[in-house]
């Protein structure tokens, strides 16, 4: 029998769902996804200063694989950044360490503690306004 696949731990969420590029007309085609690993990837690695050892550790990945999940989203960002594509994070196999959710109405990321569910900076309460990023 196949062994399950591991989630990849992933600590918080972006802050946003992607990038577009400017001067470029948008268009659903002329874009890429990157999964949520991929993201953390290039977070722990270039933006944290991480050694791909600490950052495979602390996503719960094997070196090799960490080094496949960077080298692709590495990959991936070059492509929109030389052919004018907008990034869309989305997707992958992945777990949050904790709960997310987006607040709809100012999109402020807000991490909680079970039962606390209301926005912080737009002091909105209402389930409808906040999206969950676990599901
Ligand atoms: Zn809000």
Not at 69 to 81: D, H
């Amino acid at each position: 029998m196949p062994r399950p696949k591991k989630k990849r731990k992933i600590k918080s969420p972006p802050k946003m769902l992607g990038f577009k590029p400017f001067g470029i007309k948008f268009c659903n085609s002329s874009h890429i996804s990157l999964q949520y690993e991929e993201y953390e990837s290039v977070k722990l690695v270039i933006y944290d200063k991480l050694s791909q050892d600490t950052a495979a550790e602390m996503m719960e990945v094997s070196r090799p694989t960490l080094t496949r999940i960077y080298n692709s989203a590495l990959k991936k960002i070059a492509e929109a950044f030389v052919e004018g594509k907008s990034i869309l994070i989305k997707g992958g196999d992945f777990e949050f360490g904790k709960e997310w959710y987006k607040c709809k109405k100012c999109f402020k990321l807000i991490e909680t503690t079970i039962g606390t569910t209301s926005c912080v900076d737009c002091l909105t309460s209402s389930k409808n306004e906040l999206i969950s990023l676990n599901d």
